[in-house]
C-alpha cells in the first residue's frame, strides 16, 4: 500500500452508502488512474446511527492513514438536515484538527485554477442535490475541451441524469497570473427517477402478485422480450432507465448555446454513468448496442461512454481548501 503524505478525506454520504477516499491531489482526466483501491471504500448505511458509521470510516482508514490524520475533510451528503448535522460534528470530533467542510450547490463554482466554470440555473440553488452537483463538478473538469456536451448519470438509491454543456471558451486570463482560457460550463438541468432497485422494490409493494426482485440489479442480462414475470420485470427496469438516458442524450444537444459556441455540427455527447449501478448500466447500455442507436439520435453525431462509478468524489476533491494543500 502506498503511503500517503497528508492526505484529505472526501464523502459523499448517499442513502444507501458512506462513500470514502482518501486525494492528496485533484484528479485528472476521467481516463487516468485517480484512487488506488486501497483509498477508497464504502460503509453500508443500513441503520446505523453517525457514531457507529464514523467508527466503521475511521476502522477501515486505520491502516491507509497508518495512525495520521487527514489535513483535510470535504463531505456532501443527500441525507436528511439532522443526519449531515450528526455526521459533521461525528467527523470532527474524531478529526478536529483536519479542515472540515459541506459542499452545497451553488449558482456557481470556479476551479481552483481559475480555468473552468459551471453555472447552474436550478433553484433555489441549494435546493440541487449536492451529489449532483459535485458529480457536475467531476465531470465538467475531466471532460476534454474537445467535448461541449455532456449527460451525467447518478445511479444509485435514485437515479439522476443532469445535462450539461460548455457555452464558451473565453480568451480571458483566469487567475491574472498566467494567461489562458477559461471554459464556461452550464448545467442544464436534470431529471430525477426511482434507482433501479427502487423501481423493483415499488412494483411489489404496489400489486397483489408481483414478487420482489431477485434480479441481480449489478449485472444486466440481455433478455429482450421476457419469457415469464422475473424476466419481464428485470427486462421493464432495465428498459425503463435506459430509455431515460436515450430520450436525455437526445435531449441535450439541443441546449441553446451562446453565440461563442453556435451549434453548427452535430456534436459528440459524453455519457457519463456514476453510482453504484454505473458498471450495470454501461453493460446494459453495451448490450443495446447504443453505437446502432445513437445514429437515430436526432442532433447527435456519437456518443462517449464513460463508466467513473466514483464521480461524486472527483468532484469534491476540486473543493479540497487551497490553504490545506501540501506544500
Ligand atoms: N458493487 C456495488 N456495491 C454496492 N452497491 C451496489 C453495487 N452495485 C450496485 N449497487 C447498487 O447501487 C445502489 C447504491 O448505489 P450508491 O452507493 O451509488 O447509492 P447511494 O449510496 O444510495 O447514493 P444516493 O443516495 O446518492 O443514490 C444500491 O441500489 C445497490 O443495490
Ligand atoms: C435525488 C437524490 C436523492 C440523488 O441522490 C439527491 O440528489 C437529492 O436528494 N437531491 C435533492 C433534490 C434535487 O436534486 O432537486
Not at 448535522?85 to 459541506?102: G, N, V, Y
Not at 434507482?195 to 414478487?211: D, K, Y
Request: proline share 7%; with cysteine; aromatic share 4%.
Amino acid at each position: 500500500m502506498r503511503a500517503l503524505t497528508a492526505p484529505a478525506l472526501l464523502l459523499d454520504a448517499g442513502n444507501t452508502r458512506l462513500k470514502w477516499a482518501l486525494a492528496e491531489t485533484c484528479p485528472g482526466l476521467l481516463s487516468s488512474p485517480w484512487l488506488a483501491a486501497d483509498h477508497c471504500g464504502a460503509v453500508v448505511v443500513g441503520s446505523s446511527t453517525m457514531a457507529t458509521l464514523v467508527e466503521q470510516l475511521a476502522a477501515q482508514l486505520m491502516g491507509v492513514l497508518a495512525g495520521a490524520a487527514p489535513r483535510a475533510i470535504v463531505v456532501c451528503g443527500v441525507r436528511h438536515a439532522t443526519a449531515m448535522t450528526a455526521l459533521a460534528h461525528e467527523l470532527q470530533q474524531r478529526w478536529p484538527d483536519a479542515a472540515f467542510s459541506m459542499m452545497k450547490a451553488q449558482p456557481e463554482f470556479i476551479s481552483p485554477d481559475g480555468t473552468k466554470k459551471l453555472h447552474s440555473p436550478y433553484h433555489p440553488s441549494g435546493s440541487l442535490g449536492a451529489d449532483r452537483w459535485a458529480s457536475l463538478i467531476g465531470a465538467m473538469q475531466g471532460l476534454p475541451d474537445s467535448i461541449r456536451y455532456a449527460v451525467v448519470v447518478n445511479a444509485g438509491t435514485a437515479t439522476t441524469i443532469d445535462a450539461l454543456c460548455c457555452e464558451a471558451l473565453t480568451a480571458e486570463s483566469a487567475s491574472g497570473a498566467a494567461a489562458g482560457k477559461t471554459a464556461i460550463w452550464r448545467h442544464g438541468g436534470g431529471q430525477i427517477l426511482p434507482g433501479l432497485r427502487l423501481m423493483w422494490e415499488s412494483l411489489a409493494q404496489g400489486t397483489a402478485n408481483l414478487p420482489h426482485p431477485d434480479a441481480d440489479a449489478h449485472a444486466p442480462r440481455a433478455i429482450g422480450w421476457g419469457q415469464n414475470t422475473a424476466q419481464a420485470l428485470e427486462q421493464g427496469v432495465w428498459d425503463a432507465q435506459i430509455g431515460a438516458l436515450l430520450l436525455a442524450l437526445s435531449r441535450v444537444s439541443a441546449m441553446p448555446l451562446t453565440p461563442a459556441n453556435p451549434v453548427s455540427t452535430t456534436p459528440v455527447v459524453a455519457l457519463i454513468l456514476a453510482g453504484g449501478h454505473s458498471q450495470g448500466l454501461l453493460k446494459a447500455l453495451q448490450d443495446a448496442h447504443l453505437s446502432m442507436l445513437e445514429k437515430n439520435l436526432p442532433g447527435v453525431a456519437a456518443v462517449t461512454l464513460l463508466a467513473v462509478p466514483e464521480l461524486v468524489l472527483r468532484g469534491l476533491a476540486f473543493a479540497i481548501p487551497a490553504a490545506s494543500a501540501p506544500a
